[in-house]
Structure formats: structure tokens, C-alpha cells
């Protein structure tokens, strides 16, 4: 299965974070580019026609990862137009992967591909808790199988919300999609709200900074475990959470 991974380097709350460098050394984008590496998936790099990406698209390729670059704004044409460029079908499923999530669960994505198998007639597959969408919580560790049919469909509505954010025409509308959110495990459930692993703003990447030595050879939800474990980690953690609290 293809995975694609949405990255550019113009982001508005920490430009170029997808080439800084964690405490090993790789660049946030090659992060992600690991952490599949060991996943039955072909990565494709999506990102835009802007110069400032020619770098990530450079980077990829030194990777051996096929790059797609396509509208910066429209990013469900990046998708639907990259599924066209390499031949996958309508039926299909693709990964999508945001690039700003170090810590993908090997789990998550391993039972993700192994769901798309299960139930090939979802439009949208995706792991989460209390009946919301891994990509609708900040802990940065989910990824989302969608049905390339289902996204070229959203492409006539003009939508500019669907747009941006690709899946959310599809999970938003369960009456006129075949979509499937599957529980993460009991065990995860305790506490998980309190966990941000995601990279949105520079607090957020000082805080990777400091715990990815600690984090970086674990999987969810070990690494929950160890979080919660350090009262000054949680307090980080904690005003994260408030301050993009919805």
C-alpha cells in the first residue's frame, strides 16, 4: 500500500520544522521516513511546488522515496492527483501520514493495513478513542486509510475545509461514508487524553527535544507509561493541551 506523507516546509506556527534536527541526528521528515521503514508500505513524499521545498523533496529522494509535489492550499488535489500520477486504483486504499508525528505507532499502522484487508469496503479506516478519529487528537501517533474514490469524490464539492484537510469531508459525513473508527486498545485508554506527541509550534519541538532519547525506541503505549511517569513531562504536556484546546 502506498503511504502518503503530507509535509512542506511553510508551516505558520514553525516554519521549516520538517528539516530540523532531533538529538540522532535525522531531520523530522527522516523521522517519519524511519519509523515506516520497517511496514510492509511504499512512501511517497506530498508536498508542494514551492522552492522552499525543494529541499524535502531532495531529501526524500537521498532516501529512495518517490516524491509527488502538488498545490500547497489544495492539498486533497496533492492526494487525489498523486494517486493518478501512480497508477493506484479507485478502489484502493492509501495511507495518510502527517509528517509532523515522530512517534507513528508500529501497532497502529500494522492493524490499520491489516483492517483495510478485513474490511475493503470502508471509504475511511482509521485507529482512535471515544469515537473520534486518531487525526482529531494531539497525541501524534495515528495514521488513516482512505479509499482513493472516496477522496476523488470530495473533489467537485469545492470545499475549501476538505480541501485543506483532506479525510475530514469523509469521517464528517458518515451517511454518505462507509467509515470505520476503530478503539484503541483497553490498556491505552487510561489517561491517553493527557499525551501530546505531535509537533505543532516551537514548545512542542523543545519538548521532543527532551524526550525523544527516552522515547524514540518505544511504541505507544510504553511510551505513554514513561510520560506519565515524570510530573514535570505532564505539566508540559498539560499546557500544550489547554493552549489548542478546541
Known sequence: MYAFIQARMGSSRLPG?????????????????ARLASHDVTPVLLTTKQPADDSLAQMAERH????????????????????????????DFVLRICADNPYLSHYIIDQTLAACEIRPTMD????????????KHHTGIFVEAVKVAALQSLVPKNNPWYNEHVTIGLYENPNQYAIAILTIPEDWQPQFEQIRLTI???DDWNFCLSTYPQLAHLDFPAQRNLLLSEKSWVTLMENQINKYQK
Open 17 to 33: 520544522k520538517m528539516a530540523m534536527l532531533l538529538p540522532d541526528g535525522k531531520t523530522l521528515l527522516e523521522a517519519v521516513i
Open 64 to 91: 529512495g522515496i518517490s516524491v509527488f509535489r502538488g498545490d500547497e492550499i489544495h492539498v486533497l488535489s496533492r492526494f487525489t492527483e498523486a494517486a493518478a500520477h501512480f497508477g493506484i486504483a479507485e478502489n
Open 124 to 135: 475511511y479506516i482509521s485507529f482512535g478513542y471515544a469515537g473520534k478519529p486518531g487525526i
Open 200 to 202: 505543532d509550534d516551537q
